[in-house]
């Protein structure tokens, strides 16, 4: 079992980090502007804090824009691990997870998740999040990237 803490407060990972027991971090925007910090800035020093992945999620909803993110947000640090939303026109978040889950045994987060304010700015009434992470392997990942182009693919 690994531990991760999901928040932004750069005490509390400090302190979590300080027992041994912390794996990794994972956050969001969202969490980060309540600090009131620099989300890059904030993000690098959680990575100087801890030797686990930190993964850091794109703010843009469209593929390009998620790209150029993704490419800023790798260059942090060596353990940042990208998350990105799933968007799909014309699918309902909820039913893609229900999707992903019962067909293809795959665990995603929709809706919300943490994120309101970034669905609000852009217009989004909810979203699917898969996170991968460092101990994810190649096959897990094209399991996958394979279901969610079955998914797009359906009528």
């Known amino acids: 079992m690994k531990f991760f803490a999901d928040t932004a407060d750069i005490d509390a990972i400090r302190e979590l980090n300080e027992t041994g027991l912390l794996d990794g971090v994972t956050t969001n925007p969202s969490l980060i502007m309540k600090s009131g910090r620099d989300i890059m800035e904030v993000t690098k020093e959680i990575c100087d804090i801890v030797d686990g992945p930190v993964s850091a999620e794109v703010t843009a909803t469209d593929f390009e824009g ?46 919300y998740h943490c994120a309101q ?9 909810e979203t699917v999040r898969i996170s991968l992470h460092l101990y ?3 096959e897990e990942i094209e399991t996958c990237v394979e279901a969610i182009r079955t998914i797009a693919k359906m009528p």
């Open 66 to 111: 998620m790209m150029k993110e993704a490419e800023i947000l790798s260059r942090i640090a060596d353990n940042i691990c990208i998350k990105v939303p799933l968007t799909m026109d014309g699918l309902k978040a909820h039913g893609v997870a229900r999707m992903l889950s019962n067909r293809h045994a795959i665990m995603v987060r929709s809706g």
């Open 117 to 125: 304010p970034l669905h609000e700015i852009h217009g989004l009434p």
């Open 136 to 138: 994810n392997t190649r």
